[in-house]
């Protein structure tokens, strides 16, 4: 739970069995499989206190899927049954939930390196964000040759302007400067791409508010869209 690199499903839950300790769900976008291995397993949300939110969640045994669920509507759809195991405990915030980006909330984003300035989405994309970090996408080519940008190291400190974008206003939601840090390279994420995951170092607390405020945003708009869905 607490890696820099955490794989979330954003789905919302249909019923809960506390004398069996099980919690169903709906079948995420990104859909659980039977032959789905996991290191380690949560179920989170987010819960608001009385001064602050937080985010808190148990660790699944075990997970068993259900093809036909049946709702109170009498609606069948497909489900998920997760073992739990208590204690509740609070997760960090900052790396549970890693948003990918959708079509209604956009980020784009400018970053500085070797006195050059690359921007998204010509050069690169933004793939996800989380209250921690982003993970962007580069092409291994850059027209015919070799993209410069891919000298990138691990350790190495980036400048980024960041624009959030809610498509269904008029103007762009707020611009942000980060400071951020290459934590990740992954050169075998496809045949055309690599996967940089960045870390936030340097963000002032109205700016990190704005940021936390446009992800949360993001996240009821999924879960409102799964919502729909089922």
Not at 24 to 51: D, M, R, Y
Not at 101 to 117: A, G, H, R, W
Request: charged letters at 25%; a positive charge.
């Amino acid at each position: 739970m607490n890696s820099l690199e955490p794989y979330s499903r954003s789905s919302i839950i249909y019923d809960a069995d506390f004398k069996n300790e099980t919690i169903t769900i709906a079948q995420p976008l990104k859909a659980f499989s039977k032959k789905a291995v996991f290191k380690e397993l949560h179920l989170t949300t987010i819960v608001q206190g009385k001064n602050r939110k937080a985010r808190l969640g148990v660790k699944c045994r075990d997970f068993k899927l259900i093809d036909q669920y049946l709702l109170a509507n009498k609606k069948k759809v497909p489900a998920v049954i997760l073992n739990y195991t208590l204690p509740i405990e609070e997760t960090n915030i900052r790396s549970a939930f890693r948003l990918p980006l959708s079509t209604k909330y956009i980020i784009k984003t400018t970053i500085q390196y070797q006195n050059f300035e690359y921007k998204s989405p010509n050069d690169f994309s933004v793939k996800d964000v989380s209250f921690n970090g982003f993970g962007i996408v580069i092409p291994k080519t850059n027209i015919k040759n070799r993209n410069p940008f891919l000298e990138l190291k691990v350790g190495e400190e980036l400048a980024l302007q960041v624009t959030l974008i809610d498509t269904d206003k008029e103007k762009p939601v707020t611009d942000i400067p980060i400071r951020a840090l290459v934590t990740r390279i992954n050169p075998r994420y496809s045949d055309s791409y690599v996967l940089i995951g960045l870390k936030i170092i340097n963000l002032s607390n109205s700016n990190e508010a704005l940021l936390n405020k446009f992800i949360h945003d993001a996240q009821i708009e999924e879960l409102k869209r799964l919502s729909r869905k089922d």
